[in-house]
């Protein structure tokens, strides 16, 4: 795409009218058509089109289903390997409530990770006696050899954010998946800083279970994400409990079933044979997925490699500009391993957390964020950004740093 292919796609977002926005990595903008989308769901919830109630129900479910195949065109998977989720906290959960873990189990994670990608192993090593191995960073980085140094014959899962949440670094995810295939172990990953703005192919890449909430760079903040399971893994999992929709449809559809008088209530159920044997499986979020599903159309017509290449271009300028004014860039700069995120730091936390002020003060949004000490001043550039954004930062900062 273009410069000025660029300058059409950012009339998708019209809070960048007043605003440089460059904070995807917290909660990204949403872009008219998936407002547009949830607004035609909402007059079909106002006004029942439907002959009936139940054909109403089945096509707000067949509605919501429309985010399966965009989200497995954009990470090269097959829908049946799709399961709608919540969010990434709820993909993460499920992935590690069904992993066939006893006492004693080892699970891999790394010292810069969200909190949350830790969290429900946290929990089930209180639970169930896990035992969890933390891998810490080298300068910012995380190491394949590091982490391979730290399997043993009891580790069964390595569970990682393929980017790094407070300072952009992406992992060596085809060198890391190789390696527990090799080793027999899980790879559950947290992809949502990656996701929407650096290509993953899972047929490329294989990973076991990837969870990735809307959010973010998914420009979709309407509290749905997905999780994906690798067709060949799943019947190794303990499935979670689940409603009746992730049962097997039965003949006829549920319409004709509920309007059955010898069906019963306890019997022998038969759940599908797919991911979304994962999901709920009840009257779910309609609007997030439907917004979900708009977002990625617009997402996957633009392509990601020409988005990555975008992105690519704008942390560029960013990278170099910030070097000019003499700001210590925290991220580490190589191409294979930077994502939509550049990390800088003027100082301490507190003139950091003074300059982020300084410039929300201005309209220019971005984060403070830290973990193990790796962290700074957070600017997410994404494909709707432009370069006289990546310039009022850079001028913003310059200016900063002259007054203090």
């Known amino acids: ?16 009218r007043d605003k440089v926005f460059l904070d995807a990595a917290c909660v990204s903008l949403a872009p008219r058509c998936a407002t547009e989308a949830i607004q035609r769901f909402l007059d079909i919830a106002l006004l029942c089109p439907e002959r009936s109630s139940t054909l109403h129900h089945i096509a707000m479910d067949e509605m919501r289903a429309e985010a399966r195949p965009e989200i497995a065109r954009l990470i090269n998977a097959d829908e049946d390997e799709i399961a709608l989720m919540e969010s990434t906290t709820h993909g993460l959960s499920i992935a590690a409530d069904c992993l066939p873990l006893e006492r004693g189990d080892r699970v891999i994670l790394c010292d810069l990770e969200f909190l949350q990608v830790a969290v429900p192993w946290c929990q089930k090593q209180k639970q169930t006696g896990i035992e969890i191995d933390l891998v810490p960073h080298r300068n910012g980085r995380v190491l394949i050899e590091d982490i391979a140094e730290r399997i043993t014959s009891r580790t069964r899962a390595v569970a990682i954010s393929s980017v790094q ?61 997905f999780l994906y399971i690798r067709r060949e893994r799943q019947q190794e999992l303990r499935p979670s409990l689940a409603g009746y929709l992730s049962l097997e449809t039965p003949d006829g559809g549920w319409g004709d079933y509920f309007q059955t008088p010898s069906i019963t209530p306890v019997r022998d159920y038969r759940f599908v044979d797919e991911a979304r044997r994962y999901e709920t499986g009840g009257t ?9 599903a708009a977002s990625l159309k617009l997402i996957n017509e633009i392509g990601t490699a020409r988005i990555a290449e975008r992105i690519y271009q704008l942390t560029d300028r960013l990278i170099a500009g910030l070097r000019t004014i003499g700001v210590e860039v925290v991220t580490p700069i190589a191409r294979e391993h930077r994502s939509g995120i550049i990390t800088f730091s003027v100082g301490e936390a507190k003139a950091n957390i003074a300059l982020m002020e300084r410039l929300l003060d201005r309209n220019v949004l971005v984060s403070v964020r830290y973990t193990s000490q790796v962290g700074g001043v957070r600017a997410s550039c994404h494909f709707y950004n432009n370069f006289e954004d990546i310039d009022r930062l850079l001028e913003l900062t310059e200016d900063f740093m002259g007054s203090h």
């Open 284 to 292: 779910a979020n309609y609007p997030g997925a439907i917004g979900l």
């Open 165 to 225: 949440w407070s300072n952009g670094f992406r992992c060596d995810l085809k060198s890391l998946s190789a390696l527990c295939r090799d080793r027999q172990v899980w790879l559950v990953v947290d992809g949502i800083q990656q996701l929407g703005a650096m290509p993953m192919d899972v047929k490329e890449t294989s990973v076991d279970l990837l969870a990735c909430g809307g959010h973010k760079w998914l420009n979709s903040p309407f509290g749905a994400g």
């Open 1 to 16: 795409m273009t410069q000025t292919d660029f300058d059409k796609v950012r009339d998708h977002f019209p809070a960048l």
